[in-house]
């Protein structure tokens, strides 16, 4: 189970080194951009999880009328966005979780960039959102998909004992069917980007730098035997000696409310 307390620690600890090392998830804030789309003057949006503002900053040159809610769970990482993008009176920096989060009246368009992978239950937090969104409003986001880190925790479940470092993440067919019967789907793709990191040890610091080490509150503690042990297998089913692969499965999405 995800601990959200854990999610908003370990993204403010992270929030310093963030823009440094998230290539992944600027990548998917720059596909992002290709979907972000609407002719109308003036929009309310939001931004689940706006981080520290690198999709933020697309927003605000695309709907320079709009008023924008930039939400997200962790206090370091509002306010590295904060410091990035100033005081502006069309912008309001609301430290919440999305499932709490309410307003008065409903939103046009809702945005969020590699964040929904942090919630436990997509079926509540779809039914959430379908809830603040006004009629014909739209959710265009990405989030990380079920072959995400598929070697890490495959090398874990091939450990002697019971490891389990890597929270589960969602196919694109289990997510079509949570959102088909409120949502229309406009447009979906999915993409897998494979990154090369020296060591298993390198790719786990990268993940700590930016908040994402896993949040599932199991307490477990990788010993140096057991991390050994980690690098042998993974080097051995998914490197070359030198190097490991690590698959980011990546999914994009664009909703209309049905009803």
Request: proline share 1%; aromatic share 10%.
């Given at each position: 189970?995800?601990d959200?307390?854990r999610?908003?620690?370990?993204?403010?600890?992270?929030?310093?080194t963030?823009d440094?090392?998230a290539i992944?998830?600027?990548?998917m804030a720059?596909?992002?951009?290709?979907?972000?789309?609407?002719?109308?003057?003036?929009?309310?949006?939001?931004?689940?999880?706006?981080?520290?503002?690198?999709?933020s900053?697309?927003l605000?040159?695309?709907?320079?009328?709009?008023?924008v809610?930039?939400?997200?769970?962790s206090p370091?990482?509002l306010?590295?966005?904060?410091?990035?993008l100033?005081?502006?009176?069309r912008i309001?920096?609301?430290l919440?979780?999305?499932?709490?989060h309410v307003i008065?009246?409903?939103?046009?368009i809702?945005?969020?960039n590699?964040?929904?992978q942090?919630?436990?239950n997509q079926?509540?937090?779809f039914?959430?959102l379908?809830?603040?969104?006004?009629?014909?409003?739209?959710i265009?986001?990405?989030?990380?998909?079920?072959?995400?880190?598929?070697?890490?925790?495959?090398?874990?479940e091939?450990?002697?004992?019971?490891f389990?470092?890597?929270?589960?993440?969602i196919?694109?067919?289990?997510?079509?069917?949570?959102?088909?019967?409120s949502?229309?789907?406009?447009?979906?793709?999915?993409?897998?980007?494979v990154?090369?990191?020296?060591?298993?040890?390198?790719?786990l610091?990268?993940?700590?730098?930016?908040?994402?080490?896993?949040?599932?509150?199991t307490?477990?503690i990788l010993?140096?035997?057991s991390?050994?042990?980690?690098e042998d297998i993974?080097?051995?089913?998914y490197?070359?000696g030198?190097?490991?692969?690590?698959?980011?499965h990546?999914?994009?999405?664009v909703?209309?409310?049905?009803?």
């Amino acid at each position: 189970m995800i601990d959200k307390d854990r999610v908003s620690r370990n993204f403010s600890k992270g929030a310093s080194t963030y823009d440094k090392a998230a290539i992944i998830q600027k990548h998917m804030a720059d596909k992002m951009e290709i979907f972000v789309d609407g002719s109308k003057e003036s929009y309310r949006i939001l931004e689940v999880g706006c981080g520290t503002g690198i999709f933020s900053e697309k927003l605000l040159k695309r709907f320079p009328n709009s008023r924008v809610d930039l939400l997200d769970i962790s206090p370091s990482m509002l306010e590295k966005a904060r410091e990035k993008l100033g005081e502006d009176e069309r912008i309001s920096y609301v430290l919440s979780d999305i499932e709490q989060h309410v307003i008065e009246g409903k939103y046009d368009i809702i945005f969020s960039n590699a964040t929904f992978q942090w919630i436990e239950n997509q079926e509540n937090l779809f039914k959430h959102l379908h809830s603040l969104l006004d009629f014909g409003g739209k959710i265009v986001f990405s989030t990380f998909g079920k072959r995400t880190y598929c070697e890490l925790r495959e090398s874990f479940e091939m450990m002697e004992g019971s490891f389990c470092f890597s929270q589960d993440f969602i196919s694109t067919g289990a997510l079509k069917e949570i959102v088909e019967d409120s949502f229309l789907l406009l447009a979906s793709d999915e993409e897998y980007m494979v990154e090369s990191y020296p060591s298993v040890l390198d790719f786990l610091k990268m993940i700590k730098s930016i908040g994402a080490n896993s949040a599932t509150g199991t307490g477990q503690i990788l010993t140096k035997g057991s991390l050994r042990e980690l690098e042998d297998i993974y080097m051995r089913r998914y490197g070359d000696g030198t190097k490991i692969d690590v698959t980011n499965h990546l999914i994009y999405m664009v909703l209309e409310k049905r009803h």
